[in-house]
């Protein structure tokens, strides 16, 4: 329940991607391979996007797409790198952007059963060291045992 | 004396992901002054919550649609940590603000 996994079958690393759109399809496909989450899914976290846009000024930029949870089956979270920082939006500052080297994708169920799992999620934020590890990670075994090592 | 209630209002895009994310901030940041209650809110539903009344301020990590007659604090901060300290700081002091407001 609390507790949302990373697995290599959610990840993606060096990403070859222009627009912010072929990063946030790419992840949201492995989501809905696995069932995660409803065809509906990818449109409306671009439409989220769109409106309520998630790129983060983080010390390396990265964003954290997400929608309602009425697109979701279960919860889970995939995660992202490219290899040329992407332009995302900037959180609650849309006429900003940030070039994102990293991008979440996150489908949660109901947020009341991750809370604590989300409190994790601002520590990754603001830790240059952890964002430093995955950015640059180029295995996704290691990488998957990394993040699920932190959020443990 | 037994503490006020402070009633907020954890706002984002989507009502689900960084809204949950700054709740326990606003809880951790509050709760020495006050009996904290947060609820977590897509900001499209914001006008009509405030409009019906009971709710002390806002953080957010999106705009707003339409017009808030309760403060509004921009809470994006709270999820990279820069400039966290200084966000703490202004709900604090609205929080403040309101509970000598009900004395």
């Known amino acids: ?152 | 004396m037994a503490k006020k209630t402070l009633n907020v209002l954890a706002v984002c895009g989507s009502g689900v992901v960084s809204s949950s994310m700054i709740e326990q901030k606003i809880v951790d940041n509050l709760e020495s002054i006050a009996n904290v209650k947060v609820v977590g809110l897509v900001s499209t539903s914001v006008k009509a919550y405030v409009d019906r009344g009971g709710y002390d301020f806002v953080v957010t990590t999106s705009p707003i649609p339409g017009e808030i007659n309760i403060p509004v604090i921009k809470g994006v901060a709270l999820l990279t940590g820069f400039g966290e300290d200084a966000v703490i700081e202004e709900i604090q002091r609205v929080a403040k603000e309101i509970l000598a407001s009900k004395e």
């Open chain 1, 1 to 152: 329940m609390g507790i949302v996994e990373f697995s290599q079958d959610l990840v993606e690393l060096k990403i070859e991607a222009k627009e912010k759109e072929t990063v946030i399809k790419l992840l949201s496909d492995k989501l809905l391979e696995k069932g995660f989450v409803k065809e509906s899914f990818y449109a409306n976290v671009l439409k989220r996007e769109e409106v309520f846009p998630t790129g983060l000024p983080t010390s390396i930029p990265m964003a954290i797409c997400h929608t309602e949870s009425e697109h979701v089956n279960s919860s889970a979270i995939a995660f992202g790198t490219v290899v040329e920082p992407v332009a995302f939006q900037e959180m609650g500052t849309p006429e900003r952007n940030v070039m994102a080297e990293m991008v979440f994708v996150i489908a949660l169920k109901d947020p009341k059963d991750q809370v604590p799992w989300l409190q994790k999620m601002m520590t990754v934020f603001r830790d240059d060291e952890i964002l430093r590890t995955i950015r640059n990670a180029s295995d996704k075994a290691e990488v998957v045992n990394y993040l699920n090592g932190i959020f443990s």
